[in-house]
């Protein structure tokens, strides 16, 4: 599904343009189990979910807007979708609406641990692996199938970065046992990413990244193919924070 066009103008005033969801979608169909934790006050996704899947039927019949074409294609994923096995018709991710400040207020442990492990989570991209090796930067081995303008953007970077290191920042947190790494570049293009790391599985990477200041992002793996273009990033980070951040993990795990 292509996001071209998605929440323009061209698409009916005021249908809301939505990133996230598109994101999520795409990482559905690759079968990444994703989180989106949407905002209490994001508008409700009937009209959106229409407007995408107007987009692609137009789309798949690579006509204008109310080709005939659209109809037959319309028909047969309608009955697809009727005839399909349940487990084809549910696909993995974890989709849901924020608490309002009101339902947090009287929400039993349950649901407020619930919402918080989502919006932890929420548009993490998935971690194929994590290596720390001597004198070199942690390197977070990323799957963007559902992110192809970071994946772009890693491209561009590795052969284009500016002279003096592109603009970006970075951010740790905590929740239990995971560590959340937000990445936002400023340039060439405003991109946010972030990925989260178990510390039961990853914790001389994150120790590393600490002691470096530096953190090495891809998404494509020597170890799948040596023919594959390799592409590699580093960003700079505050070690400090990481390190802080760590130490709070540790004890919050300990109580």
Same mark, same amino acid.
């Given at each position: 599904m292509s996001s071209a066009g998605c929440g323009s103008q061209s698409a009916g005033t005021g249908t809301p343009a939505m990133p996230p969801l598109?994101?999520?979608?795409?990482?559905?169909?690759?079968?990444?189990?994703?989180?989106?934790?949407?905002?209490?006050?994001?508008?409700k996704l009937a009209l959106t979910l229409l407007v995408l899947a107007?987009? !692609?039927?137009?789309?798949?019949?690579?006509? +204008?807007?109310?080709?005939?074409?659209?109809?037959?294609?319309?028909?047969?994923?309608?009955?697809?979708? !009727?005839?399909?096995p349940i487990g084809d018709r549910v696909q993995p991710g974890d989709l849901a609406f924020a608490l309002t400040?009101?339902?947090?207020?009287?929400?039993d442990a349950t649901v407020f641990a619930r919402d918080e492990i989502r919006r932890f989570l929420t548009e993490a991209v998935p971690?194929?692996?994590?290596?720390?090796?001597?004198?070199?930067? +942690?390197?977070?081995?990323l799957d963007l199938t559902a992110r192809p303008e970071a994946e772009d953007l890693m491209r561009v970077m590795a052969t284009d970065n500016p002279a003096d290191g592109a603009d970006t920042v970075t951010r740790w947190r905590a929740l239990g046992g995971l560590i959340r790494?937000?990445?936002?570049w400023l340039e060439p293009v405003h991109t946010e990413l972030a990925v989260v790391l178990e510390l039961d599985k990853h914790h001389e990477e994150p120790t590393a990244i600490a002691a470096g200041g530096c953190v090495a992002l891809t998404s494509t793996d020597p170890a799948d193919s040596l023919d594959t273009l390799f592409s590699l990033v580093r960003v700079a980070t505050d070690g400090t924070s990481?390190?802080?951040?760590? +130490?709070?993990?540790?004890?919050?795990?300990?109580?």
């Amino acid at each position: 599904m292509s996001s071209a066009g998605c929440g323009s103008q061209s698409a009916g005033t005021g249908t809301p343009a939505m990133p996230p969801l598109l994101r999520f979608l795409r990482a559905r169909r690759a079968n990444l189990n994703p989180t989106l934790r949407l905002p209490a006050t994001t508008p409700k996704l009937a009209l959106t979910l229409l407007v995408l899947a107007g987009h !692609a039927l137009v789309q798949a019949v690579d006509g +204008a807007p109310g080709d005939p074409r659209a109809k037959p294609v319309l028909t047969e994923c309608l009955t697809r979708l !009727a005839t399909s096995p349940i487990g084809d018709r549910v696909q993995p991710g974890d989709l849901a609406f924020a608490l309002t400040d009101e339902q947090r207020q009287s929400a039993d442990a349950t649901v407020f641990a619930r919402d918080e492990i989502r919006r932890f989570l929420t548009e993490a991209v998935p971690l194929r692996r994590a290596v720390a090796a001597p004198d070199q930067p +942690a390197l977070l081995v990323l799957d963007l199938t559902a992110r192809p303008e970071a994946e772009d953007l890693m491209r561009v970077m590795a052969t284009d970065n500016p002279a003096d290191g592109a603009d970006t920042v970075t951010r740790w947190r905590a929740l239990g046992g995971l560590i959340r790494l937000e990445v936002t570049w400023l340039e060439p293009v405003h991109t946010e990413l972030a990925v989260v790391l178990e510390l039961d599985k990853h914790h001389e990477e994150p120790t590393a990244i600490a002691a470096g200041g530096c953190v090495a992002l891809t998404s494509t793996d020597p170890a799948d193919s040596l023919d594959t273009l390799f592409s590699l990033v580093r960003v700079a980070t505050d070690g400090t924070s990481l390190s802080d951040v760590m +130490a709070a993990a540790a004890t919050a795990r300990r109580r």
